[in-house]
Nanobody, 115 residues
Framework: QVQLVESGGGLVQAGGSLRLSCGSS????????MGWYRQAPGKLRELVAE???????NYADSVKGRFAISKDIPKNTMYLQMNSLKPEDTAVYYC?????????WGKGTLVTVSS
């Protein structure tokens, strides 16, 4: 099993930045797939950014060039640096880890971007 805890959300003005963190109870060195998702009110949960095979990364078109996913293996933590935030980035952000055919989710952290 993997427990995930997100942090770093909050209220920010448009154009501002936030860095989200996702702490894992298990060494992320052994977790082959991790990523960030978000869910805005009334919308489906969508992929924001993820680590693909090897060291590759994938981003939603809407965040390319503004968001960056990274991880610190010794700290068992994944990050999402969010710059040039827009009101449409407002959502609950979740981290996900996939291991041995199972998906694990955190409880999410709320990001609110004011115009």
């Amino acid at each position: 099993q993997v427990q995930l805890v997100e942090s770093g959300g909050g209220l920010v003005q448009a154009g501002g930045s936030l860095r989200l963190s996702c702490g894992s109870s298990r060494s992320i060195f052994w977790i082959p797939a991790m990523g960030w998702y978000r869910q805005a009110p009334g919308k489906l949960r969508e992929l924001v950014a993820e680590f693909g095979s090897g060291i590759s990364t994938n981003y939603a078109d809407s965040v390319k060039g503004r968001f960056a996913i990274s991880k610190d293996i010794p700290k068992n933590t994944m990050y999402l640096q969010m710059n040039s935030l827009k009101p449409e980035d407002t959502a609950v952000y979740y981290c996900k880890a996939s291991l041995n055919g199972m998906d694990y989710w955190g409880k999410g952290t709320l990001v609110t971007v004011s115009s």
